[in-house]
Nanobody, 114 residues
């Protein structure tokens, strides 16, 4: 079975840092485009950052310069390093794997910035 398991969320003060991890299994991780999404209360899920199989990356304007996405194909793990966190970053963060033609989602991890 395909699984994406996020970890690393938690509560942090504004200006602090967190690193999220997403461990994939049941699919060929290195062949998939990966992404982090987030969803705040009352808002739609939005893309935070993507990293393709070729390691090209994109970032939402709101997180550019503060967040860094990376992947370790040998560990089938996706990361999101989050620095200079703001209260607006409070959300449930989801890991996504796009392995054409399929898309898989993790269960989410809560990040709360106060």
């Amino acid at each position: 079975d395909v699984q994406l398991v996020e970890s690393g969320g938690g509560s942090v003060q504004a200006g602090g840092s967190l690193q999220l991890s997403c461990k994939g299994s049941g699919f060929i991780f290195r062949s998939c485009d990966m992404a982090w999404y987030r969803q705040s209360a009352g808002k739609e899920r939005e893309s935070v950052s993507t990293i393709n199989a070729d390691r090209s990356t994109t970032y939402a304007d709101a997180v550019k310069g503060r967040f860094t996405i990376s992947r370790d194909n040998s560990k089938s793990t996706l990361y999101l390093a989050m620095n200079a966190l703001k209260t607006d970053d409070t959300a449930v963060y989801y890991c996504q794997a796009h392995c054409f033609p399929y898309t898989y989602w993790g269960q989410g991890t809560q990040v709360t910035v106060s």
